[in-house]
C-alpha cells in the first residue's frame, strides 16, 4: 500500500488517499517497414484490473493472456496479471487505439521515421506518456522552469536521490497536491458549475455564483466536513441555485472519474521497453541491453507534462556499398580509356612524302 496527496472530491481536496500499487509493463518491438507489435502487462487487484485506465479490452482486438493462471478466485485482495497484446500496421493505427483524447484513460502516443542517407538507413522512433493531469487550469500559473528541470533530471524509479533532491521533490509534492491540486479542483467545479447554469437558462444566477466564488473556496478550505456540493454551496450562501439534485450528483461523479483516473496513473509503477530493428546509436533510456531500450520513470515524469522515451538506430546498407565501388570502378576505367594514346594518328603523321 502507498499513501500520497490526491485530490479526490471537492469536499476532501487535500486528503491522504490511500490505495494499492499495481504495476504496467509496456513494450513495443519496432519493425523495418514501421509496423509495430505492442504488449502491455498489467497487475493489479481483480477487483478492478478488468476495466483497467489503459483502455485495452479485447472488445478492442487486444489478445488477453492470463498469466498467473492458478489464480481462479476473484477476491479484493488477490493479484491479477493480464497481458494485452496487438499488432498494428504502423504508429498512426496505434495512435487511434491509444492515444485519443480522453479524460479518464491513460494516453500513450507512438511516432516512427524512417530516412536514408546513402550508406545507412536511419530510424528514429519514440512513445509518449500524456501528462495524467486532466484538469484545466494551467500549471504555468503554479511551477517553475527549476521545477520542470528537476522533473527532467530524476532518475529511473528506485534509483537513489541526494538528500537535497529528496527535499526539493518533497516540497514539489506539496505544491502539485495542496497548491495546484485544489485550485485546479476548484476552478474544474466551478466551471462546470457555470455550464449547468448555462445549460438550464439560468444565465442570470452566473453573477450570483461570480460573487460568490471567493467565499466558496474560502468555505471549502475552512471546513473540510462539508458532505456534498450542495452543501458547501449552502454554506457560501447561495444554497436556492436552481439546479436539481440529480445535476449536482451527476457533476460530481464526472469529477470523481477524473480524479479516481489521476489516483490510480500516479500510482503506479511503470517499466517501458522498446525493441528498435537496428543497432541503437542514441537514445534516453535508463539502460540498453542489445537493441532494446528500457525505462523505468516514476509517475512524476508524466504527472504534469508530456515524457517523451526515444530511441534512434540506424543500419549500414550493403547496396549502397556496392553501388558505390561499382561508381569508383567505372570512374577509374574511363579515366583510363580518356588518356590512352591514339596510336593511329601518331602513325598516319610519321608517314614520309
Known amino acids: 500500500m502507498k499513501s500520497f496527496k490526491i485530490i479526490l472530491t471537492l469536499f476532501t481536496l487535500v486528503a491522504m488517499l490511500t490505495s494499492c500499487e499495481h504495476k504496467v509493463a509496456m513494450n513495443t518491438v519496432v519493425y ?73 484513460l491513460f494516453r500513450v502516443t507512438s511516432r516512427f521515421d524512417k530516412k536514408l542517407k546513402w550508406f545507412y538507413t536511419y530510424v528514429r522512433y519514440s512513445d509518449t506518456y500524456h501528462a495524467i493531469n486532466r484538469l ?50 476548484f476552478e474544474e467545479y466551478y466551471q462546470r458549475l457555470e455550464e449547468l447554469l448555462k445549460s438550464e437558462n439560468e444565465i442570470a444566477w452566473l453573477d450570483t455564483l461570480k460573487n460568490h466564488k471567493e467565499k466558496l473556496f474560502e468555505s471549502l478550505q475552512s ?51 522498446i525493441t528498435m530493428p537496428y543497432r541503437v546509436i542514441y537514445s534516453n533510456a535508463d539502460s540498453i541491453k542489445g537493441n532494446t531500450l528500457y525505462w523505468k520513470p516514476s509517475s512524476t515524469k508524466f504527472l504534469l507534462k508530456d515524457y517523451e522515451m526515444v530511441g534512434e538506430a540506424r543500419t549500414l546498407n550493403n547496396w549502397a556499398i556496392v553501388v558505390s565501388i561499382g561508381f569508383i570502378l567505372l570512374s577509374i576505367v574511363l579515366m583510363f580509356y580518356k588518356r590512352r594514346p591514339k596510336t593511329g594518328n601518331n602513325l598516319g603523321n610519321n608517314v614520309p612524302n
Request: overall charge negative; proline content about 3%; cysteine-free.
Open 32 to 104: 523495418k517497414d514501421g509496423s509495430l507489435d505492442k504488449t502491455i502487462t498489467i497487475e493489479g487487484d481483480s477487483a478492478n484490473i478488468d476495466e483497467n485506465f489503459m483502455g485495452v479490452v479485447p472488445d478492442k482486438g487486444w489478445h488477453v493472456t492470463i498469466l498467473n493462471k492458478d489464480s481462479t478466485k476473484k477476491s479484493d485482495q488477490e493479484k491479477l496479471i493480464l497481458q494485452f497484446s496487438k499488432h498494428f500496421k504502423n504508429s498512426e493505427e496505434a495512435n487511434s487505439d491509444l492515444g485519443n483524447p480522453n479524460d479518464t
Open 136 to 185: 484545466q487550469e494551467p500549471i504555468s500559473d503554479y511551477f517553475t522552469f527549476e521545477d520542470f528541470a528537476f522533473i527532467n533530471r530524476l532518475p529511473a524509479e528506485g534509483s537513489s536521490i541526494s538528500k537535497a533532491d529528496s527535499l526539493y521533490l518533497d516540497r514539489l509534492n506539496d505544491k502539485i497536491f495542496d497548491v495546484y491540486g485544489s485550485h485546479a479542483l
Open 223 to 273: 471546513d473540510k466536513q462539508i458532505e456534498d456540493l450542495a452543501g458547501l454551496l449552502k454554506k457560501a450562501g447561495i444554497s436556492n441555485l436552481p439546479l436539481q439534485d440529480q445535476e449536482f450528483i451527476r457533476l460530481q461523479q464526472e469529477m470523481e472519474s477524473i480524479t479516481n483516473f489521476i489516483s490510480k496513473a500516479s500510482n503506479g509503477k511503470y517499466i517501458h521497453a
